[in-house]
């Protein structure tokens, strides 16, 4: 989304931006350092690239490879600022609704805290050690993967894995775009993940200068098998995109409905979506899993009566990274070679 009559107030967002960066790399603020090898996952835009879907499948991938891996997230929207590991049955108010959606996508162990250090603590507690930094008993590799942290550089991180596509390299900064940093900022970065629909974006990377690894992946959104017109809903950062999608899988979308990021719905929202699908003529309502993360028990808000004949649909969206096998063999490695330099937890970096 481009704002052009708010290139005005660029250069200060652009400003204090390398401000941040210059207390950073002058030492004046320190990040602190985790027991264990962290990797994060972030973009330079506000959302909308995949990356909770992302961080499901690396950390997935991470797992079949045997390394004990956790998620830190900082739970956006959550009531509480305490460090708490997530409870997949629990809500967004008490978890955030990523956080809750990584939870039970994976069945693997996910902390929240205002403060992703503070929930690398309470991971690194939560599980038996040996003395030497990112090692398990029995020599079992242990790594936390950080969600949504490019921008989170009070906690020092080993890979920085950044997820692009063509329009962000193209855009611009906060608030005149959508980029929270210029294109700059991926020279931080060791590995970038591209959209395998835009091959030639990796051509402009290598030409801009990038040598590290350029991995691609593709966005697959597994929709319901419905008989009918259905009514789409969201609340994300790009709702163009999922309405797009659907349309192209097939289905015949009667109304487009988007709420701001991170809606929390109530009862009067999911009567209005209703009576509208009612009068188009839709049979279904279809959202995103995170949204019906967000929603919560539906039955508090609609009566079972009203969903028998107005079902509500989730849309799943995955991700996928081309040539897997070869990433993870390069990211285990990077991970191993982290834990001969072992750091006491707590450090600045």
């Known amino acids: 989304m481009k704002r052009p009559w708010l290139l005005p107030l660029t250069p200060l967002y652009a400003g204090a931006v390398a401000l941040r960066n210059l207390r950073l790399a002058c030492g004046w603020e320190q990040p602190q350092r985790l027991g264990w090898p962290v990797m994060s996952v972030g973009n330079l835009s506000t959302g909308g690239l995949g990356k909770t879907p992302l961080v499901i499948a690396l950390a997935r991938l991470l797992a079949q490879r045997g390394v004990r891996v956790d998620v830190l997230s900082r739970g956006y929207g959550r009531r509480s600022n305490l460090p708490q590991r997530v409870q997949s049955d629990g809500s967004v108010a008490e978890f955030g609704d990523e956080p809750l959606l990584i939870a039970r996508s994976l069945g693997l162990p996910v902390f929240v805290a205002a403060e992703r250090y503070d929930a690398g603590l309470l991971a690194e507690a939560a599980r038996d050690t040996a003395t030497q930094p990112g090692v398990q008993h029995g020599g079992t590799l242990a790594a936390?993967?950080?969600?949504?942290?490019f921008q989170h550089r009070q906690l020092a991180r080993d890979i920085d894995i950044l997820v692009l596509n063509r329009a962000d390299?193209?855009?611009?900064?906060?608030?005149?775009?959508?980029?929270?940093?210029?294109?700059?900022?991926?020279?931080?970065?060791?590995?970038?993940?591209?959209?395998?629909?835009e091959p030639e974006l990796e051509a402009e990377l290598r030409s801009w200068g990038f040598t590290g690894p350029i991995w691609r992946h593709r966005r697959r959104m597994q929709?319901?098998?419905?008989?009918?017109?259905?009514s789409a809903f969201c609340g994300i950062a790009r709702p163009d995109q999922f309405f797009a999608g659907l349309q192209e899988s097939g289905l015949n979308v009667a109304t487009r409905t988007a709420f701001r990021d991170h809606h929390r719905f109530t009862a009067q929202d999911m009567q209005s979506?209703?009576?509208?699908?009612?009068?188009?003529?839709?049979?279904?309502?279809?959202?995103?899993?995170?949204d019906l993360v967000r929603i919560g028990d539906i039955r508090s808000l609609v009566p079972q009566s009203v969903l028998d004949s107005m079902p509500l649909l989730p849309v799943r969206l995955t991700v996928e990274i081309e040539h897997a096998s070869a990433a993870m063999d390069w990211l285990i490695a990077r991970l191993r070679a982290v834990k001969t330099a072992p750091v006491k937890a707590g450090a600045a970096l």
Do not use: F, M, Y
């Not at 959508?178 to 395998?196: D, G, H, T, Y």
């Not at 209703?274 to 309502?285: E, Q, W, Y």
């Open 169 to 197: 390299w193209h855009g611009s900064l906060l608030p005149a775009g959508n980029l929270r940093e210029s294109r700059q900022a991926a020279r931080r970065a060791a590995v970038l993940i591209i959209p395998a629909a």
């Open 273 to 290: 979506l209703i009576a509208s699908a009612r009068s188009a003529g839709a049979v279904a309502l279809v959202t995103t899993e995170k």
């Open 144 to 149: 936390h993967l950080l969600d949504d942290g």
């Open 223 to 230: 929709v319901p098998d419905v008989s009918g017109p259905v």
